[in-house]
């Protein structure tokens, strides 16, 4: 976008706004009605006061696109709408002199979308897989239909059962279904928990611990997972709360930590956040006054401790703990709960940044003395006291996120429009993936597997899935949207979710391990990025 400056030969376009990326872009219908032309609305379409040649500038290109056609007679302009998604994005309308005109620019940014869409699904670094699109709203869902998923899916959680099957759960406001993510037909429910907001799942214990309406569960895997050949007098374990009944948990976290396997949810009190930390043991240590309960393991009341703020997420690291408030980063120990907050704010205002303006969202380790401070608008990179480690320290995202993921080495951000995917070392837009009603549903955390396994290891496992409508976004226009989004908000009027996984391509397979610079170094051989 530009601006003229001066006048007659001397005119001078001057940089408004940056080129918007096919990507990001996203056109109206083809209803809007053509505007009468007067003398106003000509004079407001010049490109500036001091541009006079400005207007038939703009005919002259109209003319070059389609010359047979002729605007001199023509009473109406033809608006063409188009909305452009990210922080820096907006709505904006041209208007062309005649019908054949306005067509023919949306032909053709039809086609440089879908040529650009092409490009990226050839070189992209994740393809996008389904593993469902089997849902409905709980209204208008038929009772226990194979494979249909209803109500609003909030979380997903791949795991391993004990006769070597790869399963998918799958949490929702109705409750769990499981299955195997090839053959959606062999989804089914198997816990009727109203408003599931988390699934993790203790592999050597063999127990689901669940957030249903801010109450804590543990239940046995045998209890919802049938093993071929087990011993069916053994009785499975059942649905069990932790949480009190007077108790609102409003998320939890699980790691491991000093060999010990954590369990650590989080309850407001007035402004303060408090944490308690349940530890999972085998049955051979015994009960106590402190126990929870006991079936194939115990799960064990630690202590409790707080932060004097509002948090919203806690993050395992390997001798601390991550709680993510509205003033930064809490890094505590859970031996004697000291904490310290980073970064520094004299740190953010230094790099022009406004402390508490932006959300923390994630903390991720891309080396094993430097991690990426991921905000909901931008990423820093500190040492590890917290101290902005690189120049220049950060990353700007394209848009405004609600959640990130680490796959390494890409950082993955979600916004509802669309997902874009960052190499960690160049902080290079890399792949985006555009949808609708976007939202993270696993981020590789929420297993706890036996000490000294990593599923991860392998960059070909894949460690991310997503709940969106991928339909042809061009198709709607953004004020139909947002008044589809509110009648299908206030009616219940389903939305299409398909659940998916973001499953690594060639081009993120490379050898290595996380932090090798072999791993690390594919940014080199990136190809240029052209919106």
Same mark, same amino acid.
């Given at each position: 976008?530009?601006?003229?400056?001066?006048?007659?030969?001397?005119?001078?376009?001057?940089?408004?706004?940056?080129?918007?990326?096919?990507?990001?872009?996203?056109?109206?219908?083809?209803?809007?009605?053509?505007?009468?032309?007067?003398?106003?609305?000509?004079?407001?379409?010049?490109?500036?006061?001091?541009?006079?040649?400005?207007?038939?500038?703009?005919?002259?290109?109209?003319?070059?696109?389609?010359?047979?056609?002729?605007?001199?007679?023509?009473?109406?302009?033809?608006?063409?709408?188009?909305?452009?998604?990210?922080?820096?994005?907006?709505?904006?309308?041209?208007?062309?002199?005649?019908?054949?005109?306005?067509?023919?620019?949306?032909?053709?940014?039809?086609?440089?979308?879908?040529?650009?869409?092409?490009?990226?699904?050839?070189?992209?670094?994740?393809?996008?897989?389904?593993?469902?699109?089997?849902?409905?709203?709980?209204?208008?869902?038929?009772?226990?239909?194979?494979?249909?998923?209803?109500?609003?899916?909030?979380?997903?959680?791949?795991?391993?059962?004990?006769?070597?099957?790869?399963?998918?759960?799958?949490?929702?406001?109705?409750?769990?279904?499981?299955?195997?993510?090839?053959?959606?037909?062999?989804?089914?429910?198997?816990? %009727?928990?109203? /408003?599931? !907001?988390?699934?993790? =799942?203790?592999?050597?214990?063999?127990?689901?611990? $669940? &957030?249903?309406? #801010?109450?804590?569960?543990?239940?046995?895997?045998?209890?919802?997972?049938?093993?071929?050949?087990?011993?069916?007098?053994?009785?499975?374990?059942?649905?069990?709360?932790?949480?009190?009944?007077?108790?609102?948990?409003?998320?939890?976290?699980?790691?491991?930590?000093?060999?010990?396997?954590?369990?650590?949810?989080?309850?407001?009190?007035?402004?303060?956040?408090?944490?308690?930390?349940?530890?999972?043991?085998?049955?051979?240590?015994?009960?106590?006054?402190?126990?929870?309960?006991?079936? %194939?393991?115990? /799960?064990? !009341?630690?202590?409790? =401790?707080?932060?004097?703020?509002?948090?919203?997420? $806690? &993050?395992?690291? #390997?001798?601390?703990?991550?709680?993510?408030?509205?003033?930064?980063?809490?890094?505590?120990?859970?031996?004697?709960?000291?904490?310290?907050?980073?970064?520094?704010?004299?740190?953010?205002?230094?790099?022009?940044?406004?402390?508490?303006?932006?959300?923390?969202?994630?903390?991720?380790?891309?080396?094993?003395?430097?991690?990426?401070?991921?905000?909901?608008?931008?990423?820093?990179?500190?040492?590890?006291?917290?101290?902005?480690?690189?120049?220049?320290?950060?990353?700007?995202?394209?848009?405004?996120?609600?959640?990130? !993921?680490?796959?390494?080495?890409?950082?993955?951000?979600?916004?509802?429009?669309?997902?874009?995917?960052?190499?960690?070392?160049?902080?290079?837009?890399?792949?985006?993936?555009?949808?609708?009603?976007?939202?993270?549903?696993?981020?590789?955390?929420?297993?706890?597997?036996?000490?000294?396994?990593?599923?991860?290891?392998?960059?070909?496992?894949?460690?991310?899935?997503?709940?969106?409508?991928?339909?042809?976004?061009?198709?709607?226009?953004?004020?139909?949207?947002?008044?589809?989004?509110?009648?299908?908000?206030?009616?219940?009027?389903?939305?299409?979710?398909?659940?998916?996984?973001?499953?690594?391509?060639?081009?993120?397979?490379?050898?290595?391990?996380?932090?090798?610079?072999?791993?690390?170094?594919?940014?080199?051989?990136?190809?240029?990025?052209?919106?």
């Amino acid at each position: 976008m530009t601006k003229p400056k001066g006048k007659g030969n001397g005119v001078k376009y001057h940089v408004w706004k940056p080129p918007v990326r096919l990507e990001f872009l996203q056109l109206s219908s083809n209803t809007i009605r053509p505007i009468q032309r007067s003398n106003t609305f000509s004079r407001m379409m010049r490109s500036g006061r001091d541009s006079p040649d400005a207007f038939s500038s703009l005919d002259h290109i109209f003319d070059s696109i389609n010359p047979n056609s002729s605007s001199v007679n023509n009473p109406n302009y033809y608006p063409l709408s188009f909305h452009c998604h990210g922080k820096h994005g907006g709505s904006y309308t041209l208007y062309a002199s005649t019908l054949d005109e306005r067509n023919e620019w949306r032909r053709r940014l039809r086609e440089a979308v879908a040529a650009r869409k092409m490009i990226q699904a050839e070189e992209g670094v994740f393809r996008v897989e389904t593993i469902t699109t089997e849902t409905a709203t709980s209204q208008d869902a038929p009772s226990h239909q194979p494979g249909l998923v209803t109500g609003q899916i909030s979380c997903t959680l791949p795991f391993t059962s004990k006769d070597g099957r790869n399963l998918v759960a799958i949490g929702s406001e109705d409750g769990v279904w499981i299955g195997m993510p090839d053959q959606p037909e062999s989804i089914q429910r198997v816990i %009727s928990l109203r /408003f599931i !907001a988390q699934i993790a =799942f203790l592999e050597e214990y063999g127990f689901f611990i $669940l &957030l249903a309406d #801010k109450s804590l569960y543990a239940i046995h895997i045998e209890s919802v997972v049938h093993v071929h050949g087990a011993n069916s007098q053994d009785p499975a374990f059942g649905l069990h709360r932790l949480s009190g009944p007077d108790r609102h948990v409003h998320f939890f976290s699980v790691g491991r930590q000093a060999g010990r396997t954590l369990i650590i949810w989080k309850q407001r009190k007035g402004l303060d956040s408090v944490f308690r930390i349940l530890e999972a043991l085998p049955p051979s240590a015994g009960l106590n006054r402190f126990s929870v309960f006991k079936a %194939s393991g115990i /799960f064990l !009341a630690c202590g409790d =401790f707080f932060v004097p703020s509002d948090s919203h997420d $806690l &993050l395992f690291l #390997k001798t601390k703990v991550c709680i993510l408030c509205p003033r930064g980063f809490e890094i505590m120990d859970l031996s004697d709960f000291s904490s310290a907050t980073i970064p520094d704010d004299e740190d953010l205002r230094r790099l022009g940044k406004r402390p508490l303006t932006s959300k923390p969202i994630a903390m991720f380790r891309i080396r094993e003395d430097e991690f990426l401070l991921c905000y909901d608008e931008y990423g820093l990179y500190v040492d590890k006291r917290g101290a902005p480690s690189r120049s220049p320290p950060t990353i700007e995202w394209e848009g405004v996120a609600s959640h990130a !993921a680490w796959h390494p080495p890409y950082i993955v951000l979600f916004t509802p429009a669309f997902i874009e995917v960052r190499h960690v070392e160049s902080g290079r837009l890399a792949q985006v993936i555009n949808g609708l009603d976007i939202r993270c549903l696993w981020d590789g955390r929420g297993i706890v597997h036996q000490e000294g396994f990593d599923d991860f290891e392998d960059p070909r496992t894949p460690r991310i899935h997503a709940v969106l409508d991928d339909s042809e976004m061009a198709s709607y226009s953004v004020t139909a949207h947002s008044q589809s989004r509110s009648r299908s908000q206030s009616r219940g009027v389903p939305r299409q979710q398909h659940v998916v996984v973001l499953a690594p391509t060639e081009r993120l397979v490379v050898p290595g391990t996380r932090y090798s610079p072999s791993l690390l170094s594919v940014a080199d051989t990136l190809p240029a990025y052209v919106p």
